[in-house]
Antibody, heavy 118, light 108 residues
Framework: QLQLRESGPGLVKPSETLSLTCTVS??????????WAWIRQPPGKGLEWIGN???????YFNPSLKSRVTISVDTSKNHFSLKLSSVTAADTAVYYC??????????WGRGTLVTVSS | EIVLTQSPGTLSLSPGERATLSCRAS???????LAWYQQRPGQAPRLLIY???SRATGIPDRFSGSGSGTDFTLTISRLEPEDFAVYYC?????????FGQGTKLEIK
C-alpha cells in the first residue's frame, strides 16, 4: 500500500533554506489521483497547509508562505521536495507530507521535526 | 481566506458518553469541501470524515459528520478510550486549504 516518508536535516540555521524530501513507496508519484502536499505543525500548535504539487509540476501555495516556498517533483526518484527559504524560529515545526485528494488529505507521513536555531 | 473556528477548545467527557464538536466557517462553504481529522499524541493526523459526512476507510461508524453552510459538526456517538485526542476540521476553497485550531477531547 502507499506510504510516505519525510527526510531531511533536523536542524537549520536562521536565514538559511530548509530542504525536505518525501519519498513515495508502494505507488507512483505519477498517479493522476493525487496532488502531493506539505503541511506543518509548530510544537503544541495546530496544522498549517504549506502547498501542494501535481506530478506535472503544477503547484499551489499558502499565500502567507508563497514568497519563500518551492515544491518540486522528481518522477525518476518517486519523491517530491519542499524548500523554504529565509527561515526563522517561527518555522520550527513538524513537517508532514501527505496525499492530497483535493479537497482533503488522505494519507500522511509520520512527520519530521525541523528546528531553526543557530 | 476562510477562517475555521472550532469549539470548544477542550471537551472533557467520560468513555461511553457522546461527544459533539463544532466547526464554524467565516463564510459559507460546500460540505463537499469539509473534512475532519484525528490526531493522537505523537502521531500524524488521520482522516476521519471527508465531504462533510463520508467516513474514511476503516473509520468506525460511531464517528459521524454533519452540517452545511457555515456550521459543521463531528459527533462521536459513544466514546472509546482511543478516541481521546485532538480533532481538526479543514476546508478547501479556490485551491487553498485552511484548518481549524483544534478541539482537544480529554478524559474526564
Amino acid at each position: 500500500q502507499l506510504q510516505l516518508r519525510e527526510s531531511g536535516p533536523g536542524l537549520v540555521k536562521p536565514s538559511e533554506t530548509l530542504s525536505l524530501t518525501c519519498t513515495v513507496s508502494g505507488g507512483s508519484i505519477r498517479s493522476t489521483s493525487y496532488y502531493w502536499a506539505w503541511i506543518r505543525q509548530p510544537p503544541g500548535k495546530g496544522l498549517e497547509w504549506i502547498g501542494n504539487v501535481y506530478y506535472s509540476g503544477s503547484s499551489y501555495f499558502n499565500p502567507s508562505l508563497k514568497s519563500r516556498v518551492t515544491i518540486s517533483v522528481d518522477t525518476s526518484k518517486n519523491h517530491f521536495s519542499l524548500k523554504l527559504s529565509s527561515v526563522t524560529a517561527a518555522d520550527t515545526a513538524v513537517y508532514y507530507c501527505a496525499t492530497d485528494l483535493v479537497p482533503y488529505f488522505d494519507l500522511w507521513g509520520r512527520g519530521t521535526l525541523v528546528t531553526v536555531s543557530s | 481566506e476562510i477562517v475555521l473556528t472550532q469549539s470548544p477548545g477542550t471537551l472533557s467527557l467520560s468513555p461511553g458518553e457522546r461527544a459533539t464538536l463544532s466547526c464554524r466557517a467565516s463564510q459559507s462553504i460546500s460540505s463537499s469541501y469539509l473534512a475532519w481529522y484525528q490526531q493522537r499524541p505523537g502521531q500524524a493526523p488521520r482522516l476521519l470524515i471527508y465531504g462533510g459526512s463520508s467516513r474514511a476507510t476503516g473509520i468506525p461508524d460511531r464517528f459521524s459528520g454533519s452540517g452545511s453552510g457555515t456550521d459543521f459538526t463531528l459527533t462521536i456517538s459513544r466514546l472509546e478510550p482511543e478516541d481521546f485526542a485532538v480533532y481538526y476540521c479543514q476546508q478547501y476553497d479556490r485551491s487553498l486549504y485552511t484548518f481549524g485550531q483544534g478541539t482537544k477531547l480529554e478524559i474526564k
